[in-house]
């Protein structure tokens, strides 16, 4: 092995232990020379130096790295983002409000459209039945056509050729379809413990309960 490779290899250790052996030969009365004892404290000042040397480059390696890894990572997320994974839940919130809004629009044009269909009934002398006393079927009553009529005049619903079409709340319908939602997810939790599902309970629309339960039946 070559005096290169010995200083190469050399640690702080053992080039300390060096030192502190020739220190005692001197303290025995060995022959030491000032020259052998100079060189193994160099030697020892050197392998301290050649140490920190090293890890200071380690250190900066290992920022340098952090540094690269910080960089991916960063540019890796950014693209979760810009390549399309993120939607806006405005968005989501315009379409939504925009479905419901057209859930209330259908409601309230079939309640319109029974009221026609209920004065036009009227004009032709169709006849209507109350929804309320016992009451015997007027004259020309038509199973298969005519308006059922609350108090106050209100049409609760309709039946031509046999098919009724009854009166419907907007507002039922649009609870139903945000109760559907929160129960599909979960209850859909709200801050403080409470729950959408819970907020929004209430009683499905007869039309709309008899709809899923043949839905559930096929």
């Known amino acids: 092995m070559s005096d290169q490779n010995i200083e190469t290899d050399l640690t702080p250790e053992d080039a300390e232990k060096a030192v502190e052996a020739l220190e005692k030969a001197v303290i025995d009365g060995e022959d030491v020379t000032v020259t052998q004892l100079t060189e193994a404290r160099e030697r020892l000042s050197w392998a301290k130096l050649r140490r920190q040397g090293a890890e200071r480059k380690a250190e900066t390696q290992k920022a340098r790295d952090a540094e690269l890894l910080r960089g991916k990572t960063k540019r890796e997320v950014a693209d979760l983002f810009n390549s399309g994974g993120f939607f806006?839940?405005?968005?989501?919130?315009?379409?939504?409000?925009?479905?419901?809004?057209?859930?209330?629009?259908?409601?309230?044009?079939?309640?319109?459209?029974?009221?026609?269909?209920?004065t036009e009934f009227s004009r032709g002398g169709v006849p209507a039945r109350s929804n309320w006393g016992e009451g015997t079927e007027p004259e020309h009553f038509d199973r298969a056509n005519f308006?059922?009529?609350?108090?106050?005049?209100?049409?609760?619903?309709?039946?031509?050729?046999?098919?009724?079409?009854?009166?419907?709340?907007?507002?039922l319908w649009v609870r139903a379809a945000v109760q559907a939602v929160a129960q599909s997810r979960g209850g859909l939790p709200l801050p403080y413990g409470s729950n959408l599902q819970e907020i929004v309970r209430g009683d499905l629309p007869a039309t709309l309960r008899v709809a899923l339960s043949e839905r559930v039946a096929r």
Do not use: C, F, W
């Open 88 to 118: 806006d839940p405005v968005d989501a919130y315009d379409e939504a409000v925009a479905a419901l809004e057209r859930l209330g629009q259908v409601i309230e044009s079939n309640k319109a459209l029974l009221n026609v269909a209920s």
């Open 147 to 171: 308006a059922v009529m609350a108090q106050g005049n209100e049409t609760m619903s309709i039946t031509v050729d046999g098919v009724q079409y009854g009166q419907e709340h907007e507002g």
